[in-house]
C-alpha cells in the first residue's frame, strides 16, 4: 500500500511532540510550515483535508498560480529568496515571509505592503560566503528601521544553516540564533517571539533549540522530483 499524506503527517506530528516532550516544551509552542514548493495544488488539498493549514513556498510565481488552485482561507508564508522586484506581489500575496534578507529588501516591501506585513529576518549566522542573509551585526539596525514602519513587523529570526547530514552538527547554529535573539530583544527592546529554524532532517535539534516554526517538505509531502 502506498503511503498516505496523513501517515506522513502522523510520523511527522510523533517526532514533533516526541522533540517537545524531551525539551520539557508544550506541543503548541512549535508551528509546523508545510513546505509545499514544487507539489501540486492536490497536494495542498490533502494537506488541507488532514487538518493543516500553513503553507511555505520559496518562489513568488509559483505561489501566484497554486494558492488560486488550492482551498481558501489557508495562510502561505514566503520562505525563499525574495528578488526586489518581485516585492510588491509579495507583500499583499503572503502572510508572513520568513525570508528578509537586506534592509533594503524590508524597505520595498513596506513601501508596497497594503497591510500589516509580519516578516522575518533572515541571519547568516554561519557566515557562509554564498548565502543569503543578514549578518549578525546588521540585524539590529535592520529591527530600529522596522520599528520606524507602519506595515512590516519584525517577529523574530529565521535560519538555513549549512547543510549538514547529521542535525547534532546544526545544533551550534540554532543555538547561536537563539542566543542572538535573545541579545537583540535586550538590545532594541523590541519583542521578537519566532525562531523558524529547522527542516525535515533536523526538527528535533531545531525544536530542542528553542524553534516556534518548523518548515518541513520532503517528511509530509515525499522527495521533489
Ligand atoms: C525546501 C525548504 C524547506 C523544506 O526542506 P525539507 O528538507 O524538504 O523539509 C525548508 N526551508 C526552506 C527555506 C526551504 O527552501
Known sequence: MEET?????????????????????????????????????????????????????????????????????????????????????????????????????????????????????????AGEAAKYGFKPEEVAGAIEAANQMSKCEVHGLMLIPPFAPDPEKTRVHFSSLRKLRDQLQDETGTPLPELSMGMSHDLEVAIEEGSTWIRIGTDLFGKRG
Open 5 to 125: 499524506f496523513s501517515d506522513r503527517l502522523e510520523r511527522v506530528e510523533h517526532r514533533i511532540q516526541a522533540a517537545c516532550e524531551k525539551a520539557g516544551r508544550a506541543r503548541d509552542s512549535v508551528t509546523l510550515l508545510a513546505v509545499s514548493k514544487t507539489k501540486p495544488p492536490e497536494a495542498v488539498r490533502a494537506a488541507v483535508d488532514c487538518g493543516l493549514r500553513l503553507f511555505g513556498e520559496n518562489k513568488v510565481q509559483e505561489a501566484q498560480s497554486k494558492i488560486p488552485m488550492s482551498p481558501g482561507g489557508l495562510e502561505w508564508h514566503l520562505i525563499g529568496h525574495l528578488q526586489s522586484n518581485k516585492a510588491k506581489v509579495a507583500a499583499n500575496l503572503f502572510q508572513m515571509i520568513h525570508s528578509v534578507d537586506s534592509l533594503k529588501l524590508l524597505q520595498t516591501l513596506e513601501s508596497h505592503a497594503n497591510q500589516t506585513l509580519p516578516v522575518l529576518l533572515q541571519v547568516n549566522i
